[in-house]
């Protein structure tokens, strides 16, 4: 049966329309739990985000949940079963946005972290949270702020659970022990605009970027490694001309991405691109955007003890996995030993309907009790 408290807190969080970078006072209300447990508050707000680091205890080792309060927009209402904003208990399922995104997690790490000091207040080490409201968007203002603010004062973390939604089939087959760096560049090659009745007058840089193009879309990157699969280029946009038929157009800008492993730096992958460009002799501009660095956390304490915890509460034995996208697990790293991701079933995330498993709220916050139990012993 799901544990009416977590259920209770969840559909508390999901009443609050906490879109990025609103929190709507979903961080207060977290507090209100966690202040009689002896966590000790401090918020920090920068460009309309709201983030909260609250921890109980002084002592190491530190063991973090880190999350987000905020929600993508909902889209349409009218394409909703129900009011993305009313939690809805239907067919075994709880609808409503952030449900599995990740609203559950952090109800269900609360009433865990509640029911791990009942019944263990002189436990060894301490506990934290680390949540922001913008995690969904540009992630500016958001965990890595906490991030550089622990950092300054030379406050690291031991181990931190994130609790993205990372589950695929059914709750616990998947846990994320890193992901993948993003690095985005935007290409302008440049031309000489004239009539297409005249080419000689004219350069048209669609025509001299093509085999460049061709030439990275076929670059072995790197061979990844046991975590992580090579590298990926992939052209997202591109664009040339005025959208008149007539006219050679003047440049034309591409946006690429690579989703890059541990496996190539940043640098090495900027030289490479380069190294081609200018061995078609393009005429360019090229900006770099580096929106984050991989991170990887091999098998260690963090993941066995998470492991064991999901196949004693749910008997699934899990997988290690990197794929996805980014996550706020790319700043907690630089201040962390250990990170790993975990959270319910993803399918329905960032979809119209968003829901959970209603059987599945009361194992992951035994799992993640479990887990704390585990890595924070009585003294």
């Known amino acids: 049966m799901t544990d009416s408290r977590v ?60 999350g987000h309060t905020d929600v993508v927009p909902p889209g349409p209402a009218d394409k909703w079963s129900s009011d993305p904003f009313i939690p809805t208990e239907r067919d075994g399922r709880l609808y409503g946005r952030g449900a599995a995104d990740m609203k559950s997690s952090i109800a269900a790490f609360v009433v865990a972290c509640e029911e791990f ?24 203002h958001g965990t890595v702020i ?45 031309g000489i605009q004239g009539h297409v009745a005249y080419p000689h007058l004219a350069r048209n840089p669609v025509h001299d970027a093509s085999a460049a193009l061709a030439e990275l879309a076929q670059v072995q990157w790197d061979q990844g490694n ?30 690429f991405n690579l989703r890059f492993a541990t496996a190539s730096t940043p640098e090495q992958i900027k030289n490479k691109i380069h190294a081609v460009l200018d061995k078609h002799k393009l005429e360019y501009e090229l900006n770099w955007t580096l929106g984050g660095s991989p991170f990887l956390t091999p098998r260690g304490t963090l993941s066995a ?23 706020d697990g790319r700043f907690i790293a630089s201040i962390c030993n250990e990170v790993i991701e975990f959270g319910p079933v993803n399918d329905t995330i960032h979809k119209v309907n968003e829901n959970i498993l209603l059987a599945d709220i009361d194992p992951l916050k035994n799992i993640y009790r479990r887990t704390i139990e585990t890595l924070l012993p009585d003294a």
């Open 7 to 66: 259920l209770s807190l969840v559909k508390e969080l999901i009443t609050r329309p906490s879109v990025t970078p609103e929190d709507k006072q979903c961080q207060e209300l977290l507090m209100r739990h966690l202040a009689p447990l002896g966590f000790k508050a401090e918020f920090y707000e920068e460009g309309g985000v709201t983030n909260l680091w609250a921890r109980r205890g002084t002592e190491g080792p530190l063991l973090v949940f880190a």
């Open 146 to 190: 906490v991030c550089d603010a622990l950092r300054a004062r030379e406050e690291r973390l031991d181990y931190c659970i994130v609790g993205e939604p990372t589950s695929v089939d059914k709750l616990g087959d998947v846990i994320k022990n890193g992901r993948r760096g993003s690095l985005s560049g935007k290409l302008t090659v440049k």
């Open 117 to 140: 000091v009942a019944a263990h207040p002189n436990h060894t080490g301490s506990i934290a949270l680390l949540l922001t409201s913008d995690e969904e968007g540009p992630a500016v």
């Open 305 to 327: 003890a998470l492991s064991d915890a999901i196949q004693a509460e749910t008997g699934v034995q899990t997988e290690l996995s990197t794929t996805g996208g980014t996550s």
């Open 226 to 255: 046991e975590y992580f699969p090579p590298t990926t280029f992939q052209i997202s946009n591109a664009h040339a001309g005025t959208g008149a038929t007539n006219i050679i157009p003047g440049e034309f800008i591409i946006d």
